[in-house]
């Protein structure tokens, strides 16, 4: 984060991606991307780097990236986004739903 300004501005960089959990752990706030220190780290690095980019879970976290003029955000992670399709699949077809067969949907 020492040399933000100078990454940058190099020729050829078009933007700068912030990972708040790399950040985080790398910061000596494990599992702690919330953390005030990081979050004012990214803060400061949106506001300092053009074409600034977070990824962002937390609703309120997004926003306040958005707010302070993030670029580019990226608001969901693949292996997330499966598990949590996977469990609606799960809670709608499993052994208890089995027993009671679905209405067509007109799908595959």
């Given amino acids: ?3 933000l300004k100078a990454i940058a501005e190099t020729a050829g960089v ?6 708040p959990a790399d950040l985080s ?9 919330g953390q005030p220190a990081v979050q004012k780290v990214i803060l400061d690095g949106i506001t300092s780097a053009r ?11 997004a926003q306040q990236y958005l707010d302070a003029s993030a670029l580019f955000l990226a608001v969901g992670v ?11 699949l799960v809670q709608r077809f499993g052994a208890e739903a089995a027993k009671t067969p679905a209405a067509p949907s007109g799908g595959y």
Avoid: E, H, I, W
């Fill in 14 to 19: 078009d933007g700068v991606f912030f990972g």
């Fill in 25 to 33: 752990v790398s910061m000596g706030y494990r599992s702690q991307p």
């Fill in 78 to 88: 693949d292996t997330t986004l499966l598990v949590k399709a996977a469990t609606g």
């Fill in 51 to 61: 074409a600034a980019s977070v990824l962002a879970t937390d609703p309120a976290l």
């Fill in 1 to 3: 984060m020492n040399n």
